[in-house]
């Protein structure tokens, strides 16, 4: 598929939506949110993900967006994305940065609800793993992941599953979901 930057930018901006953070707050979900980042470094669409260090207690060996969950000295889901996307990737954006946000998900196994949030780059420097959270990053030129979905994978009897692959990386879940959308902003 060939779409240029500026459509690009248009398709999903239409598509971003604002969020409830009263009714999310009064839900027994715990409260995290990601920054998906697309950027065109060399002309190409790219999006950052992450792969979980398998030491960890939740989605570990996962793939993700950077992000993380809410802490009470963040401002608000936005700042914990920013924060948490500087801690683990050293990658640092300002709330200026940020189009808005996709639906909010949430995860299957662990009682998340994830908000998405989306910048749009021209450039970026070079992401590096700076927390024991995370053991690689993924630069993924965005339309050949858009074009690895899947469909065809249940989890759980979960009639919103999608699958994308990498390479030899499975993308699923809240992290295929966020994907997804994406994906229908486009085709």
């Known amino acids: 598929m060939f779409i240029n930057k500026d459509e690009m930018i248009e398709k999903i901006r239409l598509n971003l939506v604002g969020i409830d953070l009263n009714s999310l707050m009064s839900t027994s979900f ?53 924060r948490e996307t500087k801690e683990e990737i050293g990658l640092d954006f300002n709330v200026e940065e940020i189009a808005g946000s996709l639906q909010a998900v949430r995860t299957l196994t662990s009682n998340y609800v994830i908000i998405p949030y989306i910048t749009f780059q021209t450039h970026i420097y070079e992401p590096k793993i700076l927390s024991d959270e995370v053991s690689s990053i993924l630069n993924i030129p965005i339309f050949e992941l858009l074009d690895s979905l899947s469909e065809n994978f249940a989890y759980k009897n979960f009639s919103n599953s999608f699958l994308f692959k990498y390479g030899e990386e499975i993308i699923w879940g809240a992290t295929a979901r966020i994907i997804k959308q994406i994906r229908d902003c486009l085709y």
């Not at 999006?47 to 950077?66: A, C, D, G, M, Y």
């Open 30 to 82: 715990k409260l995290s949110s990601v920054l998906v980042i697309i950027h065109f470094t060399d002309s190409i669409p790219r999006t950052i993900l992450t792969k979980r260090s398998p030491k960890l207690k939740h989605h570990s060996n996962e793939i993700s967006f950077p992000g993380g969950s809410f802490q009470h000295n963040d401002l608000s889901l936005l700042n914990t994305a920013l």
